[in-house]
């Protein structure tokens, strides 16, 4: 491929990566820190787009509607893990497989009552920047994947912050830990996880106006991101938040040359390609402990 090309096919890359880490963080405190297995994650994204648009149709802005949804679907986030916690952990025993099971079943709710709601149209946020660009010199970016870039940054540095300098954030990385310790420190572990689960929902709300303004939705989307949201979640190390975002670039940018020198047929694979040479060569993960 000539020079031109290569960059700009990185550059891309990069924007498409911090989108994916953008839709990935709810997962990685999920999943990387509770050990919950919160396969409806995308499923979650895809709920949330719809709420975006319903409110668009109100002229609310993609990315303000987002922002007010997450309270909603932070709420959302307690009910579903206090339902989880009381059928598969208040015995002391953890999800596993009924806990798959579980979110799995969740997933097929959603898009099901999706589906009955909306029908199978595919939905298209309205807003100015959507559909716009910005030149420099040849090269041409989409703005809503920059603006994917700048809320991918904004969302990683402010839960990194969350988790690092609050005592509830550094309660969150200890709960999955020492569940012991953290009781003996005057935190309920229950109250905790379900306040990060809640976290981990509402982040759903802001990226999945992402998801809108990136492209148009429809109610199986979903499933096309478990694969990727799952690889930047392993790839990354589990719980790291600031590995979600190196990762998601990795994806994006891996995605991005075998779409230009390959073709888009080969592209969805390279999420799965990715997780499973992870899982051989680095279970922990780039980043992870």
Same mark, same amino acid.
């Given at each position: 491929?000539?020079?031109?090309?290569?960059?700009?096919?990185?550059?891309?890359?990069?924007?498409?990566?911090?989108?994916?880490?953008?839709?990935?963080?709810?997962?990685?405190?999920?999943?990387?820190?509770?050990?919950?297995?919160?396969?409806?994650?995308?499923?979650?994204?895809?709920?949330?787009?719809?709420?975006?648009?319903?409110?668009?149709?109100?002229?609310?802005?993609?990315?303000?509607?987002?922002?007010?949804?997450?309270?909603?679907?932070?709420?959302?986030?307690?009910?579903?893990?206090?339902?989880?916690?009381?059928?598969?952990?208040?015995?002391?025993?953890?999800?596993?497989?009924?806990?798959?099971?579980?979110?799995?079943?969740?997933?097929?709710?959603?898009?099901?009552?999706?589906?009955?709601?909306?029908?199978?149209?595919?939905?298209?946020?309205?807003?100015?920047?959507?559909?716009?660009?910005?030149?420099?010199?040849?090269?041409?970016?989409?703005?809503?994947?920059?603006?994917?870039?700048g809320v991918a940054v904004?969302?990683?540095?402010?839960?990194?912050?969350?988790?690092?300098?609050?005592?509830?954030?550094?309660?969150?990385?200890?709960?999955?830990?020492?569940?012991?310790?953290?009781?003996?420190?005057?935190?309920?572990?229950?109250?905790?996880?379900?306040?990060?689960? $809640?976290?981990?929902? =509402?982040?759903?709300?802001?990226? %999945?106006? #992402? /998801? *809108? @303004?990136?492209?148009?939705?429809?109610? +199986? !989307?979903?499933?096309?991101?478990?694969?990727?949201?799952?690889c930047v979640v392993v790839?990354?190390?589990?719980?790291?938040?600031?590995?979600?975002?190196?990762?998601?670039?990795?994806?994006?940018?891996?995605?991005?040359?075998?779409?230009?020198?390959? $073709?888009?047929?080969? =592209?969805?694979?390279?999420?799965? %390609?990715? #997780? /499973? *040479? @992870?899982?051989?060569?680095?279970?922990? +993960? !780039?980043?992870?402990?």
């Amino acid at each position: 491929m000539p020079a031109e090309l290569i960059f700009e096919t990185l550059i891309a890359g990069v924007l498409l990566g911090c989108f994916y880490a953008a839709v990935s963080l709810g997962l990685s405190v999920a999943f990387g820190l509770l050990d919950i297995p919160h396969i409806a994650h995308p499923a979650l994204l895809v709920l949330g787009a719809y709420g975006v648009w319903l409110l668009g149709g109100y002229g609310i802005d993609p990315l303000v509607a987002g922002v007010l949804l997450a309270p909603v679907f932070f709420a959302l986030g307690l009910a579903i893990y206090r339902f989880y916690h009381y059928v598969f952990e208040a015995d002391g025993g953890e999800g596993g497989l009924r806990g798959l099971a579980f979110f799995f079943g969740l997933a097929f709710v959603i898009e099901v009552g999706l589906i009955l709601a909306f029908g199978v149209d595919q939905r298209m946020a309205q807003a100015d920047y959507i559909g716009t660009g910005v030149s420099f010199g040849e090269m041409r970016m989409p703005v809503r994947l920059m603006i994917a870039f700048g809320v991918a940054v904004l969302l990683t540095v402010s839960l990194s912050q969350f988790l690092s300098r609050t005592f509830t954030g550094r309660a969150i990385r200890a709960v999955a830990q020492d569940r012991t310790a953290l009781a003996l420190m005057g935190a309920d572990p229950v109250r905790i996880k379900q306040q990060a689960f $809640g976290i981990a929902t =509402a982040s759903c709300a802001l990226a %999945g106006a #992402l /998801l *809108l @303004v990136v492209g148009p939705v429809e109610p +199986g !989307l979903g499933r096309l991101y478990i694969g990727r949201t799952f690889c930047v979640v392993v790839l990354a190390g589990l719980g790291s938040i600031h590995g979600t975002l190196a990762a998601g670039i990795i994806l994006g940018v891996a995605e991005s040359l075998v779409l230009t020198s390959l $073709g888009a047929s080969w =592209a969805p694979a390279v999420g799965f %390609g990715l #997780l /499973l *040479l @992870v899982l051989t060569l680095r279970p922990s +993960g !780039l980043f992870g402990r």
